[in-house]
């Protein structure tokens, strides 16, 4: 496969705290938000015009599933597709306890057989609890950010009012990182929408700031 611009893992949390009405909510708010114009412009708009994304459902220890595996992204025909895609993915993992360390490390591995070369690659960790099973997130963050990996967060507050100071300090890193926060699954599409558009931003910031 030809190289493209961003490799893109969407990392869905479907620990017991989120409802299958929740998780329904937060699969079309995603995308919702990848059928956006501006979202695909900016999708399509590098060097190379393409970027490659995959969705992962994750939950406690051992408890992590490829859901929509690596899909180039060319035009609109195809990020529709993997937007329904998307949408229409199955609850597979069981819900269990929040094993961010475990889904990051599950997005580790999927990001060794993606199947061409990015100049970036960032996760996108959405979530409504903190860390509390398996592996601690903080050191796996740190190795994948040394690596030029992005971890970014987007929050879901309706159980905790905090969660956005644990994703700062616990989950997001790596070049140009930041967490969002929506207060409930209602608002859920209008911040990924949000969230994707500022990943976007920076990776054009950062395409212009690499030496020649």
């Known amino acids: 496969m030809e190289p493209a611009d961003l490799a893109l893992i969407l990392a869905l949390d479907c620990s017991a705290s989120v409802t299958f009405e929740e998780f329904g909510l937060m699969a079309g708010g995603c995308a919702a938000a990848l059928r956006d114009p501006d979202v695909l412009a900016g999708l399509t708009a590098g060097p190379r015009h393409a970027s490659l994304c995959a969705l992962l459902l994750w939950s406690g220890h051992g408890a992590q599933d490829v859901s929509v595996g690596w899909t180039r992204l060319e035009n609109a025909a195809d990020l529709h597709q993997f937007a329904d895609d998307v949408e229409n993915t199955p609850r597979l993992v069981r819900a269990g306890a929040t094993a961010i360390g475990e889904a990051l490390l599950a997005c580790e591995a999927l990001f060794a057989i993606q199947p061409a070369a ?4 960032v996760i996108d960790v959405v979530g409504d609890g903190r860390s509390n099973e398996g592996a601690s997130p903080g050191p796996v963050r740190d190795r994948l950010a040394e690596a030029g990996i992005t971890i970014n967060g ?5 159980e905790e009012p905090d969660l956005l100071d644990s994703y700062q300090r616990e989950v997001i890193g790596g070049p140009s990182a930041f ?7 209602a608002g859920f599409a209008d911040a990924m929408r949000q969230k994707l558009a500022q990943e976007i931003a920076n990776a054009v910031t950062l395409r212009r700031a690499a030496p020649a």
């Open 154 to 158: 987007l929050c879901v507050l309706h």
């Open 179 to 185: 967490a969002l926060q929506c207060q409930d699954y």
């Open 118 to 121: 990015t100049q970036r690659q």
